[in-house]
């Protein structure tokens, strides 16, 4: 068969882009996938991803993340669907550290509303968390959640209905560049395609070792606490996030899906100590990777 283009992995990013071709009068996609997305084997899921405009990472996201709140919203329109929710967010970081003044630094540069709040602040707004006096608050009010399956959901459902050939259960083993297309083999065929799209996430590693780019794939480790009491309901309404460093390399093809108990107590002894009117209890655990480039290429 000849495509047009060919997607090849439908996690968040192989999704929407299935999402944005469905929309191009004409065009005949394929979009397949090794797995049946959503699924657990990847990045995308977990029930809650955070949307915030300002980055840590670098001012040069903003205008992006700007686009995709855009993209959200248009997806909703288009699915039916509620798939952005706007909660506010709180970031907790260390007075010395970088993860605060950096998203200062790209909310100043791209005019992003934001609250600085002490660590008095973040107890009498947040009373979910007991931060100590080396804590930084950083509010955003535009910040909120995705909840990835039902955004992949909606994405693939919408995908199919606008004609796109959506295959399950089918990986692409081979690709290769001949005469102004791409040749992508499977277990069950072999398509031409005027264009390729690799979204494979951690699965990159191979993919894109072919071509000479060479990436890592980095395991983060979920964690799901059971407060107990419930918080309440204000603390409940935001989304909120507290910097820590995590680390770790991971083979994707063989996903550790526990972590190891000690991540899980040491986590507990922080969410613990941010907020010792709680006890806690570990109610799940997930390791997830995701890709990146590699920091030795
Ligand atoms: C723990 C964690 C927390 C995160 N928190 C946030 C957050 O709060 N906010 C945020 O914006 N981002 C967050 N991210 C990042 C975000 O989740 C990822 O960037 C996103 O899910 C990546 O999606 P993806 O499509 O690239 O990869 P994946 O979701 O891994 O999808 C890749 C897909 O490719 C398929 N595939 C692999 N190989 C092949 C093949 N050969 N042929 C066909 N299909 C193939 C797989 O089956 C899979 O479905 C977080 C990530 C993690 C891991």
Do not use: N
Not at 86 to 105: L, M, N, P
Not at 133 to 160: H, I, M, N, R, W
Not at 166 to 174: H, I, L, Q
Not at 258 to 265: F, K, L, P, Q
């Amino acid at each position: 068969m000849t495509y047009d283009v060919i997607v090849a992995g439908l996690g968040a990013m192989g999704s929407a882009t299935a999402f944005h071709l469905a929309g191009r009068k004409g065009l005949r996609v394929l979009a397949l996938d090794r797995h049946h997305p959503p699924h657990t084997l990847g990045s995308t899921h977990g029930g809650t991803r955070i949307i915030r405009e300002t980055s840590f990472e670098h001012p040069r996201y903003v205008p992006l993340v700007r686009r995709a709140y855009e993209c959200w919203r248009r997806m909703e329109v288009a699915t039916g669907k509620r798939l952005l929710r706007v909660t506010g967010g709180v970031f907790i970081g260390t007075r010395h550290g970088t993860f605060v003044a950096k998203s200062k630094e790209s909310a100043d540069i791209h005019k992003v509303p934001y609250e600085i709040l002490s660590p008095a602040e973040i107890r009498r707004r947040f009373p979910a968390f007991r931060p100590d006096e080396s804590a930084v608050g950083f509010y955003e009010p535009g910040a909120g959640v995705l909840g990835p399956e039902t955004c992949v959901q909606a994405c693939l459902d919408y995908a199919k209905r606008g004609g796109i050939d959506v295959k399950f259960d089918e990986p692409v083993t081979r690709w290769s560049v001949k005469g102004g297309g791409v040749t992508v083999t499977t277990p069950r065929g072999t398509y031409s395609g005027g264009k390729l799209l690799l979204a494979a996430g951690p699965w990159m590693l191979d993919t894109l070792q072919s071509v000479g780019v060479r990436v890592a794939a980095e395991r983060i480790v979920m964690h799901w606490f059971a407060p107990s009491p419930p918080p309440r309901a204000t603390s409940r309404s935001s989304t909120w996030r507290v910097a820590r460093s995590h680390c770790g390399s991971s083979d994707p093809t063989r996903p550790s899906r526990h972590s190891r108990s000690r991540t899980a107590r040491s986590r507990r002894r922080f969410i613990t100590a941010a907020s010792p009117r709680r006890r806690t209890r570990c109610v799940a655990t997930s390791a997830r990777t995701r890709s990146r480039r590699c920091a030795q290429c």
